[in-house]
T-cell receptor, first 112, second 116 residues
Framework: EDKVVQSPLSLVVHEGDTVTLNCSYEVTNFRSLLWYKQEKKAPTFLFMLTSSGIEKKSGRLSSILDKKELFSILNITATQTGDSAIYLCAVSPQGGSEKLVFGKGTKLTVNP | EPEVTQTPSHQVTQMGQEVILRCVPISNHLYFYWYRQILGQKVEFLVSFYNNEISEKSEIFDDQFSVERPDGSNFTLKIRSTKLEDSAMYFC??????????????FGSGTQLSVL
C-alpha cells in the first residue's frame, strides 16, 4: 500500500526561527512529490519535486528530494506568523495513475 | 490568478438524501478531481476525470458516487444516498497537462458536507 508519512505532526516555534518539515514515502513507481500549504481550507501548491538533489526555492521556503532514501524536506527560514498552516506532502505513485497520496500533514504554529 | 471555485461552502443534509457538490475548474485545465478530507484525517483521492469520463477512482468512490461535467464549465459530484460517514470536506481540483506532468493540482476552497 502506498504510504506517505510526515513528521513532526505539529510544531510550535517563534517568529524568526527556522523549521524543517519531513516527508518520507513508500510508493510504487514514484513519479513526483508535492508540497502544499493548507491555511484555512484549500491546499495551495508550493513545490513539485521530481529529481533527487535539486533544491527548489521560493523566497524563504525551499525543498529537496532524496529518491534513494525516499524522503523530502521542506525548510522555512525566518518564519513569520503568516507561515502558520498545515503543510501537506503528497506523492504521485504510478506512471499511469493520476491520484495523489497525501500524508497527514504537519501543523506549524508560529508565535510572535 | 485563476482559481477553482466550489459551491456551496457548507451543505447540511439528512442521512439518505442526495447531494450535489458543484465546482468550476480553471478554464483551460483538462483534468478534474474530487478529494475529501474527514476531520482530522488525510486528504483522500476519490476520482479523476478526463475527456468526459472517469479515468481513475478509489475504493471510496462506490456506486453512491457519480461525477458529471454537464457543460463546458461545471464539474459536479453527486452522492445519491448520503451516510453519516460521508461527512467531510470535499475538495475539487483541476490540472493542466501543459507541463510534462499533470500532478500540479489547483484546489478549490472545499464544500463542508455535514450528514445528520
Amino acid at each position: 500500500e502506498d504510504k506517505v508519512v510526515q513528521s513532526p505532526l505539529s510544531l510550535v516555534v517563534h517568529e524568526g526561527d527556522t523549521v524543517t518539515l519531513n516527508c518520507s514515502y513508500e510508493v510504487t513507481n514514484f513519479r513526483s512529490l508535492l508540497w502544499y500549504k493548507q491555511e484555512k481550507k484549500a491546499p495551495t501548491f508550493l513545490f513539485m519535486l521530481t529529481s533527487s538533489g535539486i533544491e527548489k526555492k521560493s523566497g524563504r521556503l525551499s525543498s529537496i528530494l532524496d529518491k534513494k532514501e525516499l524522503f523530502s524536506i521542506l525548510n522555512i527560514t525566518a518564519t513569520q506568523t503568516g507561515d502558520s498552516a498545515i503543510y501537506l506532502c503528497a506523492v504521485s505513485p504510478q506512471g499511469g495513475s493520476e491520484k495523489l497520496v497525501f500524508g497527514k500533514g504537519t501543523k506549524l504554529t508560529v508565535n510572535p | 490568478e485563476p482559481e477553482v471555485t466550489q459551491t456551496p461552502s457548507h451543505q447540511v443534509t439528512q442521512m439518505g438524501q442526495e447531494v450535489i457538490l458543484r465546482c468550476v475548474p480553471i478554464s483551460n485545465h483538462l483534468y478534474f478531481y474530487w478529494y475529501r478530507q474527514i476531520l482530522g484525517q488525510k486528504v483522500e483521492f476519490l476520482v479523476s476525470f478526463y475527456n468526459n469520463e472517469i479515468s481513475e477512482k478509489s475504493e471510496i468512490f462506490d456506486d453512491q458516487f457519480s461525477v458529471e461535467r454537464p457543460d463546458g464549465s461545471n464539474f459536479t459530484l453527486k452522492i445519491r444516498s448520503t451516510k453519516l460517514e460521508d461527512s467531510a470536506m470535499y475538495f475539487c481540483a483541476s490540472s493542466s497537462p501543459r507541463d510534462s506532468y499533470n500532478e500540479k493540482l489547483f484546489f478549490g476552497s472545499g464544500t463542508q458536507l455535514s450528514v445528520l
